[in-house]
């Protein structure tokens, strides 16, 4: 079974060890081997060439900081890579640092997890529902443009807590990436595949289950993960100026305590934490994207 | 060679096929009387379909056929139960047609199977709508993508197989809710020369088998002679019955039919009746324009 599920999904992967397996003969010598010699290599070369890129910008750092180059950008305040890297080891032998990120990762959670689930259910709700979409949509196209900065002192009002407006700041952020897409997904669901379904029998919730949510997948999940950035990118804004502790708050003490490594540690930790839940949501998802074709990226 | 294959496959299916005649048998008795179809067009109304009259007896093959544009898929929608007509009345069986359903199978053009379900998710969709278990859906699907030689590709999705392979999932699909009518829209007008060969063939084999109604849409002449039993040929828009036409080659159809006299009578008078109709259609465009 497996096999046969092989040939029919992975036809290159099949026929190129059948292509190996033959003896290199002049005619077949040279086009044979190319399609392994060359995957693997190219893999890899665009791996060195992103960390290249890296490595770069770090040494153009390095050499700004330690000259102290002031042209436009000035770097006379700004510590040397070095310096920053002693720093994190001090920082990473330090419980507090971790508890930072404890607190943000949890409030990107609560928030997170409330945005993916309203999200989804409102933008499946506006798909397939015009009146829906006429009440809803006024209030997203006015909210959403509205940055998360500018909810704090109505969050701070609003909440009882400071854990709650900075969650509820976060939530927004990543509510409506995860609405829009949902709603553009749903609504994009073919005609035809409706139709099939409706004479095969199927009941509205039916066409729902196995049509338009599937259907929508892609652009849901292209939306979680856009969600997922934004939800960092709110919860930073939110941590800034108020809170005790947080990745955020850990960035901004820092400056005011004129910090300066500790800032830039921050920063990267931000960076470091979006990109690898952004991963984890794409990693996440991706058995529910298994039908896409091969070759189009998940 | 190829039909002793399909006929092996076919004895696998001796308990499909008794039950599929046993349901169909005298059943799918399709009665059109003096339909209209409009849609809104420019504010205004545009007749697709005008004063439709036809039956279709059960186990009946019959085309549609005509030039593109001509409402002949619309009033196969409307026998799907798609489209409902803004006079007059379908029935099928002397039940009226007020939605799709399953006894009423349907095979699209292309691109009609869900892209997500594997190939025997596709085909067990809808026995499982129908409510039977998950494991008699999944032996169901089995055994109708046997039937159209497909058996080895079941946990493939659709994207993976070629389009006759996936009109093919989509004509197993349609016949496993054992259907009394099978409604098909222009199958195979998206495949290449040889594949619709094939899978014209491989029509007959099936149908010759379950004996369903068959309505099949298709404007290839050619396609309309070597299938049916009855062709209806249909005027430029607004679609009308012009012509009813009787195919009396005998069954099973081969393809060295394809070249005989009486085959080559039928084919020439389709086509006088769709040349006229096709050179009306111009006329009307550029009037339009």
């Not at chain 1, 969600?227 to 708050?249: D, H, K, R």
Request: aromatic residues 8%.
């Amino acid at each position: 079974m497996s096999v046969k599920q092989n040939l029919a999904l992975q036809p290159a992967e099949a026929v190129s060890p059948a292509l190996l397996a033959v003896p290199p003969s002049p005619s077949t010598g040279p086009s044979a081997p190319t399609p392994r010699r060359r995957r693997l290599p190219a893999n890899f070369a665009h791996y060195l060439v992103r960390t290249g890129a890296l490595v770069m910008a770090v040494l153009l750092w390095h050499l700004a900081a330690s000259n102290d180059f002031n042209l436009l950008l000035n770097f006379e305040n700004i510590p040397t890579p070095v310096v920053v890297g002693e720093a994190l080891l001090v920082q990473l032998a330090s419980q507090e640092f971790y508890l930072h990120i404890g607190y943000s990762l949890e409030r990107i959670a609560i928030a997170y997890g409330m945005a993916v689930v309203l999200g989804v259910m409102l933008g499946v709700l506006m798909g397939r529902s015009r009146w829906a979409e006429d009440i809803i949509l006024p209030y997203i196209e006015l909210l959403r443009p509205i940055p998360a900065v500018a909810w704090i002192p109505l969050a701070i009002l609003m909440l009882p807590s400071e854990q709650s407006s900075i969650i509820f700041i976060t939530f927004l952020g990543a509510l409506f990436p995860v609405v829009l897409n949902t709603v553009h997904g749903v609504e994009q669901t073919p005609d035809v595949l409706v139709r099939a379904a409706r004479s095969l029998g199927a009941s509205k919730r039916a066409i729902l289950w196995h049509v338009v949510i599937p259907g929508a997948m892609p652009s849901i999940v292209a939306g979680l993960a856009i969600g997922m950035g934004v939800a960092w990118f709110s919860l930073l804004a939110g941590e800034i100026i108020s809170g005790q502790y947080g990745i955020g708050y850990f960035t901004w003490t820092s400056y005011t305590l004129i910090q300066y490594p500790q800032i830039i540690i921050g920063m990267l930790t931000i960076g470091g934490l979006g990109t690898l839940c952004t991963l984890l949501v794409r990693k996440a998802c991706t058995p529910l994207l298994r039908w896409q074709a091969k070759g189009g990226r998940p | 060679m190829n039909s002793a294959v399909s006929d092996n496959r076919l004895a696998v299916l001796d308990h499909s096929r008794q039950r599929a005649q046993a349901e169909t048998s005298g059943r799918g008795h399709i009665r059109v009387q003096d339909v209209h179809i409009e849609f809104d067009h420019n504010g205004g109304k545009r007749a697709a379909v005008q004063n439709a009259q036809l039956e279709i007896k059960p186990g009946e093959f019959v085309c549609l056929l005509g030039p593109s544009g001509c409402g002949k898929s619309t009033l196969l929608n409307a026998i799907a139960g798609f489209v409902q007509p803004s006079r007059g009345s379908l029935s099928i069986d002397g039940l009226a047609v007020t939605e799709p359903g399953p006894d009423r199978g349907m095979v699209f053009q292309q691109h009609s199977l869900f892209p997500w379900k594997t190939v025997r998710d596709n085909v067990a969709f809808g026995p499982l709508m129908a409510g039977v278990g998950r494991n008699e859906a999944m032996s169901v699907a089995r055994t109708f993508l046997s039937l159209v030689g497909l058996a080895a590709f079941e946990d493939a999705y659709p994207s993976t197989l070629s389009g006759g392979m996936q009109q093919r999932v989509g004509i197993a699909r349609a016949l496993a809710n054992y259907p009394s009518v099978l409604l098909m829209d222009e199958p195979f007008g998206a495949l290449d020369a040889q594949t619709r060969i094939m899978m014209q063939e491989n029509l007959l084999q099936i149908w010759r088998e379950f004996r369903n109604t068959l309505v099949f849409v298709t404007h290839d002449i050619d396609e309309a002679v070597f299938l049916s039993d009855r062709i209806v040929v249909m005027s430029a828009s607004p679609g009308r019955i012009i012509a009813d036409i009787k195919v009396a080659l005998p069954r099973p159809r081969e393809q060295s039919m394809l070249t005989s006299p009486e085959f080559i009578a039928l084919k020439r008078q389709c086509m006088d009746l769709i040349r006229q109709e096709t050179l009306c259609a111009f006329q009307q465009q550029n009037q339009v324009g």
